[in-house]
């Protein structure tokens, strides 16, 4: 599963799961560009990339700037050229009773998963179809793009928003050779679970324990999260899938707590 002469966009990969895949593309052979809110993460991460010997770029991307997305796709394609992958990963998590969710709040969440995969496709998509290339654009989905859970409403909205992206992406890819698929990991100890960990625990009335392991693990077939590798892997093998055999597909990565 190798990405030699590749270049791949991940967008928040500052930190978390994106990071993880901007890593493992960049020992995969691929060109990386480090797309953040948090400027600092992302040129401090290419930074150490590049002292690995890889080919890498940091650049500061509000996904849910037009603007920011655009010049951030010019950034990628003035350093390497091509764009073969886009990682549309950025996202937050927002917890509250849906009686008591501020509009802004879930205006701000739809905005990031939704306004940012759909700005970072239709940038990445241009220059795809005009290079005649080919190309392949994964979206970080989740289980929460298949099933439910309380308090997080503008979430599962979003993450099954995004597969519906995903099938119009492949529907219209298709032509021009442009692929795409969704992964929808279970439960990865990030920054963006360990926040909620504590806020779940007090909105549910339970301990920070029993939120892990009977909320988050519940349904697995193990008690396990789902790793940083666990997810990066899935992510390099749809990166380098040949053929559009694998295309319009949500690919559930969740220690079985999902199965179709
Ligand atoms: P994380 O908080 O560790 O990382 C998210 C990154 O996105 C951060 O670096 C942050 O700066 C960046 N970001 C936030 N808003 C942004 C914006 N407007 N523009 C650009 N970058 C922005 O979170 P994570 O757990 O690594 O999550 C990454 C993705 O994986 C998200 O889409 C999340 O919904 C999804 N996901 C996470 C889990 C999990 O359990 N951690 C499970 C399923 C899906």
Redesign the pocket.
């Known amino acids: 599963m190798r990405l030699d002469g590749k270049t791949a966009l991940v967008?928040?990969?500052?930190?978390?799961?994106?990071?993880?895949i901007a890593e493992t593309f960049v020992a995969a052979g691929a060109a990386v560009v480090i797309?953040?809110?948090?400027a600092g993460?992302?040129t401090d991460l290419a930074g150490v990339l590049r002292a690995r010997g890889g080919r890498a770029l940091g650049v500061r991307?509000?996904?849910?700037?037009e603007q920011?997305v655009e010049g951030a796709v010019a950034k990628t394609l003035a350093a390497f050229d091509r764009i073969d992958v886009l990682v549309?990963?950025?996202?937050?998590?927002i917890v509250h009773p849906l009686e008591q969710f501020p509009f802004a709040e879930w205006k701000t969440l739809l905005?990031?998963?939704l306004d940012?995969a759909f700005l970072a496709t239709r940038a990445c998509l241009k220059h795809m179809y005009a290079r005649g290339g080919g190309g392949t654009i994964l979206y970080?989905?989740?289980?929460?793009s298949k099933e439910a859970s309380p308090l997080k409403a503008p979430?599962v909205t979003?993450?099954h928003g995004l597969a519906g992206l995903c099938k119009v992406v492949a529907k219209e890819g298709a032509a021009h050779g442009v692929r795409t698929n969704i992964?929808?990991?279970?439960?990865?100890?990030?920054?963006?679970?360990e926040?909620q960990i504590p806020e779940q625990a007090s909105a549910l009335g339970i301990s920070p324990a029993e939120v892990v392991s009977k909320v988050?693990l519940k349904e697995t077939v193990d008690g396990e999260?789902?790793t940083?590798d666990d997810?990066a892997q899935v992510a390099l093998f749809l990166a380098t899938f040949p053929s559009n055999a694998l295309t319009g597909q949500a690919v559930v990565v969740s220690h079985g707590w999902h199965m179709d």
């Open positions: 967008t928040g990969a500052g930190s978390g799961i994106g990071k993880h797309g953040d809110l948090d993460r992302a991307m509000d996904v849910t700037s920011e549309s990963n950025a996202g937050i998590q905005a990031v998963h940012g970080m989905g989740s289980v929460h979430y979003a993450k992964i929808c990991p279970g439960f990865v100890r990030t920054a963006l679970v926040k988050m999260f789902t940083l997810v």
